[in-house]
């Protein structure tokens, strides 16, 4: 065509829609307002965009909420469904009706397209967004610059992103929470009133040792260096890291540099045929003196003369010319001396039965410190771990408050520190773990010597010498002792509150940075997007049709005005799509709105009739048979595809789910963020593309379904095929419909669709990571046993080994929390062996458990309660009081009489078996004592003990019980979890005895207690006692004198006794036994922090119920209506529609009233109630009257047919269905 042609042609063209348009305006029509679909209306688009900007907001809210505190809120695993599932709820729910806004952009661009200038079919009547998917119809629109429906697809996808990215927004992490103002309990205050600080109980000097040599720890309240109030945060969770300002206090030692003047030192003594000298009389004139103060006469060797070539000493001093404790000092000294013999006698001396000598000793170099002891009260900054021991805390801070109590002088703490170690009849570990090399040569105070230890200044004894060195080592065991007697002493009982500050360590919701942005990204561009909609599609929607097209009826209506369009299409009703384009395909379509109603308009019509019979011939010889199979998709073999994929996913998720719980997990994984998103955002993909499938069957079901009723032999009435719109409605609405009107296909598949938006809600939930451990099973050897001596054999005497007696008491006066390797309480185990490999390879914090057998001893007691027992009580004789003078009475104290072993009946006791105790003071008694058993053929093993206590007032017994105990050794089966690779036992998890299994162990060796002893004791309490009423697991003192509570005070005693066996046995009776061959079969868990990925069974069997559902659904609506073999195109056009009218006998019917044009009820009124088919058949007039114009007949294909005559009376009869449109 000539360029002149195809300009006159525009002209023509243009100028028939002027002036068809502008005759529209003059039309007479009742509706000129015309259809607006409503998700298109501004009202609800701006509902959209406050949506859109409101979760931009809350999302910023939340990320800065997790940023500032630590995550978003706590949480347990166990609820992770609701911040899994909500925000992918919520998004899901969005993009629901978002999808409302997306079709009807779409199902109104062809109609605003017709109503704007004459368009060719492509991009009008021909014109098809409803079928492609998303992807596509974005090109397709913006190549036809159609760019709102372009923004309503583009706005599906990003929901669609939106929702997988929503599953990897949250994720559950154990952080560090601070926390501000948490409720602080303190327990204990200080005063300075009536100290105490030589209580009973633990002391300090063994404190310390058993903190520098056994492993103990600082007892709670206390540190090396102050005490401090006792504390906790009740309120809080066991793993917190509490820190509260509480009250301290500190004692220090203020030093000064000292000078020594020696005038005089000589020594006499006699030196022993061995060589060993004895000191008979030492002759010291010095003066030790500072600025603030001079002592004489200090001795400062110590009273060895020069035995030992180094002398160091922690003792008082006096200021001369002072009085009182305001001029005592402590003075330290450490000196390097020597001998200088003046004369020496060659004969031996049978008196003094050794060589006379006297000697001048020499000082060759030394320091000197004169001390004034000070305390202060603190402010301190203490924090502690709340799942342990305060023994633990950490003190961060301290400030002195510049004050001391009324009433306490300094002396009254330096006085106890000086006095040391009281009443020990044991030798203590100090004494073999001297800090300095060649201890032999050396007398340096025990003071000292662990004064060394806490500072670190162990090694030569020279180091003593340096500058400094000698005050750090006294300054430092001076505040170590004074804290413990501080504790002891002035911490008084009392509860009272503050507030502190803790670090919770949680498990919090974290929003994951990079999920948000990209979900920002994807919101900010739809509000984009819901804008352009506002400004193309909203504006227009009003105007383009007078009522909804969505019906076969309204299409109908639209038709039968359309007379060009009719001629066009007719004879298309079975020919595939490609023959519509090739007819319509030289033609511009505009719509009209007349006073005959509205209408589709071609425009050059004459061309278009002188050509109709070509375009005849044509469709004659390409149209295909009616069989032709639809473009759908999926197609019957995909949906089978389809199907076999979702019950293969069933599948894989039960294996998956197997595999997690048996393995512990399906993969070890990192914390790294991008591996976290492929295990969150991949499993939601795959959910939304079988969505996305689902949802094409249900479009199928749903656009196909009137089609499929008219297609049955007996059609269907009007109500239910011509009237229908599956399309533009929220799926609820849709299964209510599709009910009423039993089109259970379309039930099916859009149940399958509607219950397919679940699956990424839930696949949210469905994997996690979390640390796990791995199991192993293995054996253990055991590699010893517990009878190393025989016990009714006299030459058998083992050493007893003081250490072990130590260890028993430090955990029982409570300086060591932890007990030794291979026991625990009253249980001590063999010892373990396993595989070297296994060990080599053993991550931190792993453990086993098994049955072990245990040995604990279970004595046979015999108790005796108030007159039961035979005592006298009596005053203190001259020759008692002479040894003691404290003694005021002493009680006589028969003790129960049971078998002395191996004997029963009482037989080897003594005659004379009465013990005595010593009383100093009225109140409290207990002693426990070995009783007069005798057995010539015992090691000195199992012999009975017995336990005296009860309270003396007024000179008479309130109460009193006795109670003897012979050692009996019994065997238990133990379910015990050892820390591996060292087999510690941890507190969390004790051992737990099967009672069931206790075997009594004959002739197992039991030592006896050092302890116990067969002296009187001048104390009310006895050391045993002592620690059951003030030690680690102290009973109420008052229960000494509570006759109801004997059976509490014999619990007591067999349990503490039972420690101390436990730890005899561990250091006295082992024997290696190498060829023993027991395994010890154990499951080994192997803690090694594996970050693991979980399947959540519950969101398995929730998914798996999900996805069993729409494939039952989806086989069911394929069954009922294979969509297929309905129709050879798809009637999403305008024009594929039209095409199955165009023949119809029923269209003149519209024409054939008086009434509007344009009233939406006139199809109603004409048709309700009347049958409808759609296939091949006579289409001339079926009315007995001549109420048709056309009486023409011709063969049609697939045209929708009206199979009953229309009457008036019978139509007016009909009831109508209210939700009928056009």
Known sequence: MSETARLAKSFKLNGIYITQKEGSQDGKTSQSSGWQPLYLRRRILGIFVVTFCGIIAVL???????????????????????????PTAILTVVAALWSRVEFQVKQHAPWQSLQEKPEVAEKSILLDYITPMQPFTVIKALRNRHFAVAAGATGSILLTL?????????????????????????????????????????????????????????????????????????????????TAQIDGMEAQLGCEPATITITKWEVDGVMAADGEFTITQQNMTNEISSPSCRIENFAIDGGYGAYFPYVGMFEQGQCVGSKGTDGTRVVVTIAKIRENVVFSNDTYDEYTRGYNRKSDIVLDHSVQLICKPTYSLLEVNATTNASVSLSNVQIEETRSMNSTFPGLAAWDIANSVLSGPKGHTIGRPIEDNNPFAAPDKMSVDYSLQIGAWLAGSTGNVELLFQDGVLNHVASAYYRAMAAQYMNNGLARQRSSTTTGSAVIHENRVIMAELPLRAMEV?????????????????????????WNPNSISAIAAIVSNSKALRQYLSGTSASPLYILEDRLKKSHYFSRTSAEGFSIETVDNEQIYNEQSDIFTTDKRNSPSSSADSKLFPSFFFRVAIFVAVASIIVVLEVLLHISETQDGLADVTTNKYVHYSWTLLPSLLMELIGLSFGSMSFNSRILAPYAHLKRPSGAVFQNCMTLNFLDSLSVATHIRSIRTRHFAVLAATLAAFISSFLSIVTSGLFSAMDTSQYISTNFTQEDTFHRFAIWNVSVSPDLDNSNVITAQ?????????????????????????????????????????????????PTCLVQRGSEVNYTLQPATDEQTSVNSKVSQVLYIEPPRIGCAPWSNGTGWEENSRDLLDLET???????ILSPCYNANSSGANLPVSYFWGEVRNSSV?????????????????????????????????????????????????????????????????????????????????????????????????????????????????????????????????????????????????????????????????????????????????????????????????????????????????????????GRQNAGNLSDSSSSPTEEKKDVDLTICLTDPVGETESSNVPLMPLAIG
């Open 60 to 86: 910023e809210v939340l990320n800065h909420i997790s940023q500032v505190n630590y995550g978003i809120a706590s949480s347990i695993e166990g609820r992770h469904y609701l911040w899994t599932y909500g």
């Open 162 to 242: 939106l929702i997988i990215f929503s599953t990897g927004l949250f994720s559950l992490q154990e952080v560090g929470v601070q926390k501000d103002n948490v409720p602080i309990l303190l327990y204990d205050y200080f005063n300075g009133e009536n100290p105490t600080l030589d209580a009973e109980g633990a002391t300090p000097f063994d404190t310390l040792n058993s903190v520098l040599f056994d492993n103990g720890s600082y007892p709670e309240g206390t540190t090396a260096n102050l005490a401090f109030q006792r504390f906790s945060a009740p309120n809080i969770s066991s793993n917190a890291i509490v």
């Open 958 to 1174: 309130v109460n009193i019980a006795a109670m003897t105990c012979a050692p009996v050794a019994e065997t238990v089966n133990t379910w015990t979890r050892f820390q591996l690779p060292d087999f510690d036992i941890p507190d969390d998890h004790p051992p737990v005895p099967d009672e069931s299994s206790a075997s009594t162990v004959q002739d197992q060796y039991i030592p006896y207690s050092p302890w116990t002893s067969t002296s009187t004791t001048a104390a009310n309490l006895d050391s045993f006692f002592q620690a059951l009423v003030s030690g680690r697991w102290a009973i109420p003192r008052d229960y000494l004198g509570d006759a109801d509570k004997i059976e509490n005070v014999v619990k007591a005693i067999k349990f503490q006794d039972g420690i101390m066996k436990a730890q005899e046995f561990n250091g006295m009776t082992r024997l290696s036994n190498a060829s023993l061959g027991v395994l010890l079969p154990g499951n080994v868990t192997l803690t090694n922090n594996r970050l693991r990925l979980i399947q959540d069974a519950t969101s398995t069997r929730v998914l798996d119920a999900l996805l069993a559902s729409i494939l039952i659904l989806g086989i069911l609506g394929s069954v009922l209506v294979n969509t297929d073999h309905i129709l050879p195109k798809i009637p999403s056009s305008i024009a594929a529609v039209a095409s199955l009218l165009a023949d119809s006998n029923f269209l003149d019917w519209y024409q054939s009233t008086a009434e509007d044009p344009n009233d939406t009820a006139r199809g109603r009124k004409f048709f309700a109630g009347s049958r409808f088919v759609l």
């Open 522 to 546: 994807c919101l900010a561009i739809g509000i984009l997007l819901t804008l352009v909609i506002v400004l193309l599609a909203s504006p227009t929607a009003t105007a383009s049709t007078p």
């Open 922 to 928: 009225e109140g409290y008694f207990g002693l426990a």
């Open 810 to 858: 430090y955990i029982i006066q409570g300086n060591r929390t932890a007990f030794p390797r291979w026991t625990y309480e009253t249980l001590v185990f063999p010892k373990l062996s396993m595989d070297a490999s296994l060990r080599t390879n053993l991550p931190e914090n792993s453990f086993v458990e098994l049955w072990v057998p245990a040995l604990r001893t279970t």
